[in-house]
C-alpha cells in the first residue's frame, strides 16, 4: 500500500498503473516481487521489521550496519549472554553502559527497519513494478516496418536510485 504499510501488492499496481490486474496475476506477482528484491539489493538492507546480528571485538561503540535500529534483542560476549539493559543505541551506534570486553567476540542481535514503509520507497516499488508489468524482456526499443518503438527501462532509473538514497547503507543508491 503506497503511504503508511507494508510492500505494494497486486492491487496496488492494479491501482498505480489503471490496470486490471488481479491479486491472482502471475505476471503482477512476479513484477511486486522483482521491484521488491531490487529495492532492497540497492538499498543493501531490508528495509521492513527484520533481525539482524552484527559480530564485533574489541571495547566499542561499534556501528551496527543496518537502519534504523528498533531496539537490541540480545547479546553475546564470548558466547555468553549479557543483559541488554547494558546496553544503549544512539542512531546506528551502539554500546554497552558499563561494561566492556577488550579483544573478545561480541555478537549483538538487533531488530531494523521501518515499521511503515517509506511512501518514497513505496512509490520507487511501484514504478519499477509497473515498468517491469509492461516490458518484462526488458526490451529497449522494438524496429519494424520503419517504424521504431522505444521502451522505459524495466530497471532503476537515476531518479529512482536518488529517492533510494536515503535508505542505502551505502548512502547512495
Known amino acids: 500500500m503506497i503511504g503508511g504499510g507494508g510492500w505494494p501488492d497486486n492491487d496496488d499496481l492494479s491501482t498505480f498503473m489503471g490496470l486490471p490486474l488481479s491479486s491472482g496475476d502471475q505476471r503482477a506477482t512476479w513484477a511486486v516481487t522483482a521491484a521488491r528484491q531490487a529495492v532492497e539489493a540497492v538499498c543493501g538492507q531490508p528495509l521492513t521489521d527484520t533481525t539482524h546480528t552484527a559480530r564485533f571485538t574489541g571495547t566499542g561503540p561499534w556501528f551496527l550496519p543496518r537502519f534504523p535500529v528498533i531496539e537490541i534483542v540480545s547479546a553475546t560476549a564470548a558466547g555468553v549472554a549479557v543483559d541488554i539493559s547494558l546496553w544503549e543505541v544512539d542512531g546506528q551506534m551502539v554500546h554497552t553502559t558499563v561494561v566492556t570486553w577488550p579483544?573478545?567476540?561480541?555478537?549483538?542481535?538487533?531488530?531494523?527497519?521501518?515499521?511503515?514503509?517509506?511512501?518514497?520507497?513505496?512509490?520507487?516499488?511501484?514504478?519499477?513494478?509497473?515498468?517491469?508489468?509492461?516490458?518484462?524482456?526488458?526490451?529497449?526499443?522494438?524496429?519494424?516496418?520503419?517504424?521504431?518503438?522505444?521502451?522505459?527501462?524495466?530497471?532503476?532509473?537515476?531518479?529512482?536510485?536518488?529517492?533510494?538514497?536515503?535508505?542505502?547503507?551505502?548512502?547512495?543508491?
Open 103 to 173: 579483544g573478545v567476540p561480541v555478537a549483538v542481535t538487533y531488530r531494523h527497519g521501518y515499521l511503515s514503509l517509506p511512501v518514497d520507497v513505496a512509490v520507487v516499488a511501484m514504478r519499477v513494478a509497473s515498468r517491469i508489468v509492461r516490458n518484462p524482456v526488458a526490451r529497449t526499443s522494438f524496429a519494424t516496418e520503419g517504424m521504431t518503438e522505444t521502451f522505459e527501462p524495466a530497471q532503476l532509473t537515476p531518479d529512482d536510485r536518488a529517492m533510494l538514497a536515503p535508505y542505502s547503507t551505502a548512502g547512495v543508491a
